[in-house]
């Protein structure tokens, strides 16, 4: 099958009937079919695409009735949808929501110019506008995502005030050095419990991450994913107050990792990592978790920048 031209197919379509996550997610579903080699019949279960790409049931169930629309796949009664026959070619690339871009493209360079000293502390919309050259409706919807995140505050009128980042090399270190004190110590805690269905969802975003192409908007994404292993890790501690020191740490270091400046090769192996402490805690050695966890962080800090 054709599944380029159905891809663009189901992206003209989606426009009057479903959005963009949904178009989105389909030619991801599509890409993923082909990588596994699927064949006729093969059952496409809500329940593992949403933890494959940690979304939920809503824009998956879209995403599979727009690939039914294309006769990628059919509804089959108590079965859901199956695959209609092998996926034979796919996009090399992955849809790209123009908006969604623009937005990562902004959040990088708010990264760059904090981390350069050009944005101060505290600034105004347009004095971003000005000082980034971009447009104000980006810069709108940035800013709240920053709000979000606990990285902006807003001051009356259009005023913003940046949470100071790590922004210096001994800041950095020593970021790190707490970190590999106290956050192994959490998995080690008599009060630690995985939470299996998080690691399940995490494992099956890094796995899908792992494959996709790298462009440096993906840092935004990246972060994410980072921060959201680490912080879970600290809340299955039990421990409230080493949850709350990784939150502020996660912070802290947001807009030193959303420049991200230590290639492709650090973030497959930076998940490979993190997979690995996923497998140990799986099957109940917390201790030896907890060393590889320390190593993990000792490794982040000592290792050098390969971008510029």
């Not at 000293?117 to 709240?144: F, H, N």
């Not at 998995?187 to 462009?215: G, I, N, P």
């Not at 912070?251 to 991200?260: A, H, K, P």
């Amino acid at each position: 099958m054709n599944v380029a031209a159905a891809v663009r197919r189901t992206e003209e379509s989606s426009s009057l009937r479903a959005s963009r996550l949904q178009a989105d997610l389909a030619a991801r579903i599509l890409r993923m079919l082909k990588e596994r080699g699927a064949g006729p019949g093969y059952h496409l279960v809500e329940l593992d695409l949403c933890r494959m790409f940690d979304v939920s049931r809503t824009p998956v169930r879209g995403a599979l009735r727009l690939l039914a629309e294309q006769g990628a796949v059919e509804a089959r009664a108590n079965r859901g949808y199956v695959l209609r026959e092998p996926v034979v070619s796919a996009p090399d690339s992955e849809p790209v929501s123009l908006e969604e871009e623009a937005d990562r493209r902004l959040f990088v360079e708010i990264a760059k110019a904090r981390n350069a000293g050009r944005l101060p502390d505290q600034c105004s919309q347009q004095e971003i506008v000005r000082i980034l050259g971009v447009k104000l409706a980006t810069v709108v919807r940035v800013m709240r995502q920053l709000q979000e995140l606990g990285l902006v505050e807003r001051k009356p009128g259009n005023g913003w005030s940046f949470a100071l980042p790590i922004n210096s090399g001994r800041a950095r270190q020593e970021s790190y050095a707490f970190r590999a004190l106290i956050e192994p110590a959490g998995l080690v805690e008599s009060t630690f419990e995985l939470d299996r269905d998080w690691m399940e969802r995490s494992r099956a975003r890094h796995l899908a991450f792992r494959k996709r192409k790298w462009r440096d908007t993906l840092a935004v994404e990246f972060f994410e994913i980072n921060s959201d292993f680490h912080e879970q890790l600290a809340r299955c501690s039990g421990n409230r107050y080493i949850l709350d020191s990784v939150q502020r740490q996660n912070r802290l270091r947001s807009f030193l990792n959303i420049q991200w400046v230590n290639g492709v090769e650090r973030v497959v192996d930076s998940i490979d990592e993190h997979l690995e402490i996923l497998d140990i805690l799986d099957a109940g050695d917390n201790a030896r978790a907890c060393q590889l966890l320390k190593e993990h962080l000792v490794y982040a800090r000592d290792v050098a920048p390969t971008v510029t």
